[in-house]
């Protein structure tokens, strides 16, 4: 029946305050019992649709057999043209007198039939124009190819690919955007825990990283709608949070694992960097050449960092000031450690070659410390991962095999709280995993 969902068999009333969805029985002593069966004890349906009641029970009875044309209802009292949750009793009543009722909840929503026929064909429309779009570009191309060995290319060539200037005007928008947030205090204040992002990834402001993660939420609510427009539904005001929320912080996620993955390649080449640095320094070279030296020799973020270094080096700035900014940046102990090596060098003097050898000694212990520690804790990490993930992975095959098993925790206000539990149960427990398990030197 279209429009119908089967919820669960256990249906809480929200209109009165009890309900008795396993049934009524009013029975003589010694007589049989009559039987309703209900297909669906819970229905919805818009407001504008018509459903065929009767077809969803029958009735029977031993001593009377099939009694489902004895049905009666409460259908005439109920106004299924407004949206709520309506009762509907179905009563049967066999020869003897005996009594058997059962409730069934009906869902009224409102008949979006329209506004979702409108919103799909404006789809199919803008979808249409893409590709005519996309074929006339296509066909601009070819024509280009065909006729260019009979012209003359000018030496200089402003022209700009169809995807770089929707990817410029992208860019555009997010600038103002950004310029627009950067006038609210309470943004910028809030804003500025993603410094760390705008420093590594060349991004232009954190009102402009802000910007972006607005963005991403809206285009996660356009999916979304779209997701609802296929299955003819509408997507309603409040549905639009959810996905909004996940979309907002799902830029988060992203640049939290390239940053974690950009300091542990800095981590990585450290030791390789004091190693070069070491050497240059035993080759008679300056501390400029021996920074330039490890930006020439390694590949990756360390030598952006240590390029950085450099021009600010030849700018006039101090070396105990270059290496504490480049410090700050990427916040990494070896950085940390090294910085404070040459500030005690540089104020106190000594021999740059023996505090380079003992800082590259030091550093090769404690990343074979590290490596060591990570061997011994391998299986209890993979136990950890594994206990996080088995309830994802219930889940996840329980909804595939039935997509109506969970839904009862998100039709029902219980449920829901539930949920909501469930979640901060959740995540207390991953969080405290990691801090006993995480491994602190």
Same mark, same amino acid.
């Given at each position: 029946? /279209? ?18 969805? +396993? ?5 003589? /002593? ?43 209802? @409460? ?13 509907? /009793? %179905? ?6 007198? @005996? ?34 779009? !996309? ?10 190819? =065909? ?22 005007? $992208?860019? @555009? ?20 825990? $993603? ?16 910007? =972006? ?17 296929? /299955? ?24 939290? %694992?390239?940053?974690?993955?950009? =300091?542990?390649?800095? +981590?990585?080449?450290? !030791? ?5 640095? @070491? ?12 920074? +330039?030296?490890?930006?020439? +020799?390694? =590949? ?68 074979? !410390? ?11 990490? !993979? ?45 207390? $427990? ?12």
């Amino acid at each position: 029946m /279209e429009g119908f969902t089967d919820i669960n068999d256990e249906v809480v009333d929200l209109n009165t305050p009890s309900s008795n969805t +396993e049934g009524e029985i009013n029975y003589n /002593e010694g007589n049989d019992i009559p039987i309703i069966n209900i297909k669906e004890k819970v229905l919805k349906i818009s407001t504008n649709e018509k459903f065929d009641y009767i077809d969803n029970a029958t009735a029977s009875d031993i001593q009377d057999g099939d009694l489902t044309s004895s049905i009666t209802t @409460n259908i005439s009292d109920l106004d299924f043209t407004k949206e709520g949750i309506k009762r509907l /009793e %179905y009563t049967v009543v066999d020869s003897s007198g @005996n009594v058997a009722k059962e409730t069934v909840f009906v869902t009224v929503v409102k008949d979006n039939t329209n506004l979702v026929r409108f919103a799909q064909l404006s789809i199919f429309v803008i979808i249409l124009l893409v590709i005519l779009f !996309l074929v006339k570009y296509m066909k601009s191309i070819k024509f280009e190819k =065909r006729f260019s060995k009979y012209t003359i290319n000018s030496s200089k060539n402003n022209s700009i690919s169809l995807f770089d200037n929707l990817y410029t005007k $992208y860019n @555009n928008f997010i600038n103002r955007m950004g310029k627009f947030l950067s006038k609210s205090d309470f943004i910028n204040k809030k804003s500025k825990r $993603y410094d760390k992002y705008v420093i590594s990834f060349n991004i232009a402001s954190t009102t402009d990283f802000v910007s =972006r993660k607005i963005f991403v939420g809206f285009i996660f609510i356009v999916v979304a709608t779209l997701v609802k427009l296929s /299955e003819s539904q509408v997507l309603q005001l409040y549905e639009m949070i959810i996905p909004f929320i996940i979309g907002f912080y799902t830029l988060d996620l992203v640049y939290a %694992y390239k940053y974690s993955m950009y =300091r542990k390649k800095i +981590e990585d080449d450290m !030791l390789g960097a004091i190693t070069i640095m @070491n050497n240059a320094f035993k080759s008679g070279m300056s501390i400029i050449q021996a920074i +330039e030296l490890v930006s020439k +020799e390694i =590949r990756g973020p360390i030598a952006t960092e240590f390029c950085k270094i450099k021009q600010e080096l030849l700018l006039g700035l101090d070396i105990e000031i270059a290496f504490k900014r480049f410090s700050d940046r990427i916040k990494v102990n070896e950085a940390v450690y090294l910085t404070s090596s040459l500030s005690v060098l540089n104020k106190s003097g000594g021999n740059i070659i023996k505090v380079f050898d003992s800082i590259e000694k030091n550093l090769y212990n404690r990343k074979k !410390l590290q490596n060591e520690l990570k061997s011994l804790t391998s299986s209890s990490r !993979l136990v950890t991962y594994v206990l996080i993930f088995i309830p994802i992975v219930f889940i996840s095959f329980f909804g595939i095999v039935n997509r109506t098993y969970f839904s009862p925790l998100f039709t029902n206000p219980i449920g829901i709280v539930i949920i909501f539990i469930m979640l901060i149960i959740y995540v207390t $427990y991953i969080i405290t995993v990691r801090h006993f398990m995480r491994v602190r030197m």
